[in-house]
C-alpha cells in the first residue's frame, strides 16, 4: 500500500484578496459618513434645544429655591435672587441688596452694581437667545414672582425666553419657549 502525502498548504489560501478590502473600506467609509452626518445633525436638533432650555430652567429655579430658603449673598441679607438677560449668549443670576436697611423701595430688575452670583453661557454654539427677556426676580420668603419689576397676579405677567438656532428668527418649527409667570409657574413649548 502506499500513502501519498499531499501538501494542503496549497489548495487553501489565506488571506484576503484586495477586491475584499476595498469591499469592506467602502462600507465602513459609507457608515462612518453617516453617522458624522447625524451626530452634526443632533447638535441642532429639538434634542438640544430641549437640553438649553432645561438648563435654563434650572437656572430659573435655583435662583428660586435660594429666594425660598432665605440665602445671603456674601453674608448679607439680601431682598432676594432674580436672573437677566446680558445678550443672545448669555445671562446671569443675580441678588438684591436692601436700599437704606429695606427691600421695600428695591427695584427688583438688575442694576449695574448688584452683587452677580453666576454669568451662565448658552454651551451649544449653534444656538441662542432670540431675543432680550424680561428680568425674572424672586423675592423671599413665599417667593413673590416678579417680572420687570412687577409682580401682579391679575393680570398675570409673563415673559418668554426663546432659544433657537443661532441666525434664525423664532418659529413654531426651531424654537423652544419658556415662559416664566408673575404666578411662578415655569413652562417650556417646543
Do not use: W
Not at 496549497?10 to 484578496?17: A, E, I, L, N, R
Not at 449653534?126 to 424680561?134: D, G, K, P, Y
Not at 424672586?138 to 416678579?146: I, Q, V
Amino acid at each position: 500500500m502506499i500513502i501519498l502525502k499531499r501538501d494542503l498548504s496549497k489548495d487553501y489560501q489565506t488571506g484576503f484578496t484586495l477586491a475584499e478590502m476595498i469591499i469592506v473600506f467602502g462600507i465602513v467609509a459609507v457608515l462612518s459618513g453617516s453617522f458624522i452626518y447625524n451626530f452634526r445633525a443632533t447638535a441642532a436638533n429639538r434634542g438640544a434645544r430641549n437640553q438649553i432650555s432645561s438648563i435654563i430652567v434650572s437656572d430659573i429655579r435655583r435662583v428660586q429655591s435660594m429666594a425660598l430658603a432665605g440665602s445671603n449673598q456674601q453674608g448679607q441679607i439680601v431682598c432676594g435672587f432674580g436672573t437677566h438677560y446680558v445678550n443672545t449668549q448669555s445671562y446671569l443670576l443675580y441678588s438684591k441688596m436692601p436700599i437704606g436697611g429695606s427691600c421695600a423701595l428695591a427695584i427688583r430688575n438688575y442694576l449695574s452694581g448688584d452683587p452677580i452670583i453666576e454669568t451662565k453661557m448658552i454651551d451649544n454654539t449653534n444656538f441662542q437667545l432670540s431675543a432680550a427677556f424680561s428680568d425674572i426676580f424672586f423675592e423671599p420668603p413665599d417667593p413673590k414672582t416678579y417680572i420687570n419689576n412687577v409682580s401682579t397676579i391679575s393680570p398675570l405677567v409673563t415673559t418668554d425666553i426663546n432659544i433657537v438656532l443661532k441666525g434664525q428668527a423664532c418659529t413654531a418649527q426651531n424654537c423652544t419657549t419658556v415662559t416664566i409667570s408673575t404666578a411662578g409657574t415655569i413652562d417650556i413649548t417646543n
